[in-house]
């Protein structure tokens, strides 16, 4: 079970293989049409799960499981109805929610000191307040399964050390990480695990012409030399959704090569 209802006997019965699997399970992810949003929901279908992949604009693929076809929900996540949506098309759907990947964001760059009031809101609305809200939707959802639930945020190692015009981001990325700190306190005891992945920089097509001095920089911090891809945060998702992470809430994985582990002066 994805909650903290595959207790230690009942764990000790299953190999970690088993324990890993999805199967059965369906699991929404916000920001499918992104780059890593597109990694996770492929990561969580490999894993046997059923994809509820959201999308604002961008072009998605249902995923399903054994052939069959997943479900795409279409949500501005800033609307105030926009993330009840998605938990309300997968129950309707499926009958239930097991996991959920708040994944989707805003990355805007601006200066600190000029940053304006819309600026300010549409990240904090974006990145913060929709996961709030789907948050309070999906872990109702599965508070009232037996079986309860794991809600992944993707927030970001800027949650921790802010970049030169990421000042808001890493703002919106630090309430993420402290986010799940709460919620897992708050839904803990209805068998809802919430749980952060926070990644270092992802390839993505083109961002080695685009910013060839940050790969250049990235690689050389990096102890393990190289750029994250899509499926990395994906499979740090998959086992966060997973019952080998039943005992695991309210904690931050941190998926960057190693950048963090780097003395900061
Ligand atoms: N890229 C990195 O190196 C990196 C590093 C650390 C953390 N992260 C985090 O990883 C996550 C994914 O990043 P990414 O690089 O894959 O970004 P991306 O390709 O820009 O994807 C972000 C997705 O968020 C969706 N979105 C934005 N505003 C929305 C809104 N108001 N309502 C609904 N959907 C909205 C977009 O949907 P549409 O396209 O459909 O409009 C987009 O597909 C983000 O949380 C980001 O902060 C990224």
Redesign the pocket.
């Known amino acids: 079970m994805p909650g903290n209802s595959s207790g230690p006997q009942a764990s000790r019965r299953r190999s970690p293989a088993d324990l890993i699997a999805l199967d059965g399970r369906v699991v929404a992810v ?2 499918a ?5 597109a990694g996770i929901a492929a990561r969580m279908a490999a894993a046997g799960a059923t994809v509820v992949a959201h ?4 072009p998605v693929e249902p995923i399903g499981r054994s052939g069959q076809p997943g479900l795409v929900v279409t ?4 609307t105030p109805d ?1 993330p009840r949506e998605i938990v309300d098309m997968a129950l309707e759907r499926y009958g239930r929610l097991d996991g959920l990947v708040n ?5 805007t760059v601006a200066g600190f000191s000029e940053l304006t009031d819309p600026e300010w809101s549409e990240m904090i609305d ?2 913060l307040t ?1 996961t709030h809200r789907l948050t309070q939707a999906a872990a109702a959802a599965m508070a009232a399964q037996e079986s309860g639930g794991a809600i992944v945020h ?1 927030a ?3 949650g921790s050390y802010p970049a030169p015009g990421h000042g808001h981001y890493s703002v919106s ?1 630090a309430g993420m990480i402290m986010h799940a700190r709460a919620a897992a306190q708050a839904y803990g005891r209805a068998g809802v695990r919430v749980n952060v992945v926070s ?4 390839s ?1 097509p083109g961002i080695e012409q685009a910013w060839p001095e940050g790969v250049g920089r990235w690689r050389e911090a990096c102890p393990l030399g190289r750029l994250g891809t899509p499926d990395d945060i994906g499979d740090a998702c998959v086992f966060l959704c997973s019952d080998l992470a039943r005992w695991i809430t309210g904690s931050e994985l941190v998926v960057d090569g190693g950048v963090m582990s780097n003395p900061t002066w």
């Open positions: 916000t920001g049409g992104g780059n890593i949003g999308t604002r604009s961008s949500a501005d996540l800033t926009g994944n989707a964001a805003v990355q974006t990145n929709a993707i970001s190692i800027e990325k990644p270092g920089l992802i993505r």
